[in-house]
């Protein structure tokens, strides 16, 4: 199993930045696709931003946030800038890939992180 963690969510005000963090360990596996994701109380869970061949964005925090990887350390990061008490949320972090040996699919997510913007 390919196992994610979540790290840097927290309380920040508005117009605050907070960087998340989602390193993936495990053996035998290769990523195609990292990507963020949120969900907030009583909403469904939401794309925020993915990485793979190219990156992409939710409308909502384009121009704000900014993915990014270092591929030799299978660590991703979310910067969120500027941010909005309407981002507050539980930001999960997203792996999708195949299987070294077997070359199966496989997706899987972190426990994910809380991030609470308020004054």
């Known amino acids: 199993q390919v196992q994610l963690v979540e790290s840097g969510g927290g309380l920040v005000q508005p117009g605050g930045s907070l960087r998340l963090s989602c390193a993936a360990s495990?053996?035998?596996?290769?990523?195609?696709?990292m990507g963020w994701y949120r969900q907030a109380p009583g909403k469904e869970r939401e794309l925020v931003a993915t990485?793979?061949?190219?990156?992409n964005y939710a409308d909502s925090v384009k121009g704000r946030f900014t993915i990014s990887r270092d591929n030799a350390k299978n660590t991703m990061y979310l910067q969120m800038n500027s941010l909005k008490p309407e981002d507050t949320a539980v930001y999960y972090c997203n792996a999708r890939g195949r299987w070294t040996t077997t070359w199966a699919l496989y997706n899987s997510w972190g426990q994910g992180t809380q991030v609470t913007v308020s004054s």
């Open positions: 495990g053996s035998g596996f290769s990523i195609n696709e």
């Open positions: 990485s793979g061949v190219g990156t």
